[in-house]
RNA sequence: AGUGCAAGUCGUCUUGCCGCUGUGUUCAGGUUCAUUGCCUGGAUAAAGAGGAAAGUCCGGGCAACAUAGAGCGCCAUACUUCCUAACAGGAAGGGGGCUAACUGGGAACGGUUAGCUUACAGAAAGUGCCACAGAAAAUAUACCGUCUUUUUUCCGAUAAGUAUCGGUUUCAAGAUAAGGGUGAAAAGGUGGGGUAAGAGCCCACCGCUCCGACAGUGAUGCCGGAGGCAUGGUAAACCUUAUGGGUUGAAAGAUCAAAUAGGUUCCGCAUUGGAUUAAGUUCCAAGAAGGGUUGCUCGCUCUUACGCGGAAUGGGUAGAUCGAUAGAUCCUGAUUGCGAAGUCAGGGCUAGAUAAAUGGCAGGAAUUCUUUUUGGUUUUAACAGAAGGAAACAGAACCCGGCUUAUAGACUUGCACUUUUU
RNA sequence: GCACUCGUAGUUCAACUGGAUAGAAUAUCGGAUUUCGGCUCCGAGGGUUGAGGGUUCGAAUCCUUCCGAGUGCA
């Protein structure tokens, strides 16, 4: 099982993460806000996610990171949870919206109802676009 | 041994699994005529946040810009000397203030020592402000008051009476600044002489100002002389003086360079008046207007359309690379200096990210604190064992030197106090 | 990264160029009016002027160090 992630799958370009916030959908699952689009006539690549937390509730950088570098330790853990779906150019982003620091393993418990819920969502909106 | 204060140093260690970042080695594939080059992917090795990385309060390096120059303005600093690349930083010293102890004097007011503290140029260049209270808040003398002389009223005494003397009252002129309950602050202070009453008017002491000599690099100190004393406070009010500052900040800037769109740069003509010519053909003269610019002025600089003719060829966005990590560096020793620090010698040091790495999970160890429980003890405390919990402030963003602020705990040194033993 | 502004009763704002018990509206509480409530009238409480230090006789105001909130440039 592949347990990396490297930088082709993390979201950087300033034009794509653009695209994600003007054009794309998105759900609230407390503390997190999900946001997520899925860009057409992409033959290959895999899903790129990105991180953020708001600097309004969380005053100190340490603390900032602190969410940051367990969130993405419970994306690269459960990522297999997504791969299933058969959809290429997916760009999603993460971004805790809560004001108090949570341990890891109430992280990962939530990052695996979104994931869930995301392959539910894509599976049933999908084809009705198209 | 404990507590407190000050200064300084450190600010957890470790095992397994899974990851991230750049670097080295190596393997595979692609590109190329070819390669030790370039691109993509894999394996592996060692390395990978701080004392404040923070606040952005100062200073410097570095970079670009004639919109960089000159003058004014504006901003900053302000006892002295030194350190430094530089500073509003630091070191040493001086002056002032406060406190304590001792001490001189009748008083005013001093002296010595120790500790703490100090944004500490100029109020005698000018302007402003000083509420309430107070006669007066800065020109001191308008007012109350004190004193002298003259006039008026009344009373008393003397005298036969006009009158004289003493007291009182009123007006005027003059002298004076001692006193006037206030206030944060009152025009040198204390004591004496002097005078009609008074006053630095005069004298002694104290304070102040000025001048000179000596000591010191200097701030300043000390000694002597002079002045009779003028000059209230406020410059973290405007201001004056001296010194410094060009502006903008790495998102500065440099290089390479897709896709899309057609441009971009340079030169000439193109303004007005006069003469001339077939002709805007040629010659002469004139110099304008509109922008840009850091607060203003000068200066500097750009354009004069559209268009026509000629010549040259790349400019530049996304993105990538550099800038960008070895330096005013750190440690040790010697040496100079009171010290900050300098010099010399030896040794050490690959974090380099960019939607932003330096981590996650599970466990162990050390130290400290704390909860429960067991032993022990008459009980509590201390002590020993077991189990559980907690362990600071805080995350590089071009790089340095400082300052400020936050910080559990550990250690070292010095000082003070308490207890025990000798 | 750089530059700058603002913090005053529970809330919204005042307070002149430093001068005295920091003021107004609204909200709260109490009373009056009403059968009761509202409206109205009267009265009261509520502020260490964001925190600390300094200048000054005197600080919301001036200077400085922190804390918090916000704005602009690229």
Redesign the pocket.
Known sequence: MN??????E??????E??ELFNEGSSFFLYPFKVQFFVKKGVVDGTPKV???VSKKKI????NR??I???MK?AY?LNKQLISSLEINGLTLGLIFVGSVKM??HEVETKIIQILKRLVKELNSNIPDHE
């Open positions: 347990y990396k992630l490297p930088k082709s993390r979201l950087h370009a300033e034009k993460i653009k990105l991180f953020s005053k100190k950088a340490v990171n602190f940051k570098r367990r330790e690269r341990g890891f």
